[in-house]
């Protein structure tokens, strides 16, 4: 049985199933990932644009730096994996996804249960009084004044995880669903940050069945029952012949 035979047999044995993402996912959608050559982070000081104290103490250029690289989130579509993933949940044999990013393709291609544990571009909450505003009034605040700022002065964090936040609720939910599964999918992530990277361990631990699919090998390979390497989209097309074209 070759690998791609030995996952799709794993995922359909499985009762409660969960997809890990990461940047690899979303890089098949033409957004850069932040760490790789010519990634978000390529030539700045991730910790001064990347960070809440960044923000606080530097928000025209907190802003001016993210600004552009939202939309290119926004504009981005769907690809074959995000759909892929979608299909398996509304098949019933993926209980949802846990992704580390913050485009909000994996619910612009239908999957419905989605952890976003490093939060989305979809909107941004007030750090004085807490109110909530939709992504496009950010924009609108930032063109116009170069920052965002409330009604009541305080600057509007977009609803993503800086460095110096926690990350919240949705990762001890994360916590718990990654840890009740019996089979973890990780897609497109290195498992270099963490605490998202905790997860693998977790899952293993209390004995899901592990499945690596990821260009470059990660510090978990040894840890898998099955290790797909190569180019995402080709893996899940494979994948996709196996588990939905044979249903």
């Known amino acids: 049985m070759d690998a791609g035979s030995k996952a799709a047999e794993l995922i359909r044995r499985g009762r409660s199933i969960w997809a890990l993402t990461g940047a690899g996912v979303s890089t098949a959608s033409g957004i850069p990932d932040f760490r790789g050559p010519g990634g978000l982070w390529e030539n700045v000081d991730a910790e001064r644009v990347s960070s809440i104290e960044g923000l606080q103490e530097e928000p025209e250029a ?26 398996l949940e509304s098949a019933g044999m993926l209980s949802g996804v846990i ?70 609720a949705t990762f001890d939910e994360a916590h718990r669903s990654a840890g009740g599964a019996d089979v973890l999918l990780v897609m ?21 069945a ?20 190569g180019d995402l989209i080709e893996i899940c097309r494979e994948l996709r012949v196996c588990l939905v074209e044979d249903e």
């Open 210 to 229: 592990l499945i690596i699919a990821n260009a470059q090998p990660t510090s978990y390979d040894h840890l898998a029952d099955v290790v797909l390497k």
């Open 62 to 87: 907190f802003y001016r730096f993210w600004l552009w690289r939202f939309e290119v989130m926004r504009q981005a579509a769907p690809n074959p994996i995000h759909t892929l993933l979608a299909e």
């Open 99 to 168: 992704t580390q990013n913050i485009d909000g393709l994996h619910r612009a291609a239908g999957s419905r249960n989605v952890l976003e544990v490093h939060g989305h571009v979809r909107s941004g909450s007030c750090l004085g009084c807490g109110r909530s505003r939709p992504y496009d009034w950010i924009t609108d605040q930032v063109e116009a004044a170069g920052v965002a700022r409330c009604g009541c002065g305080g600057l509007v964090k977009p609803d993503v995880v800086l460095f110096g936040e926690g990350l919240g």
């Open 188 to 208: 497109g992530t290195s498992l270099m940050v963490w605490p998202v990277a905790g997860l693998v361990p977790l899952a293993v631990s209390r004995g899901a």
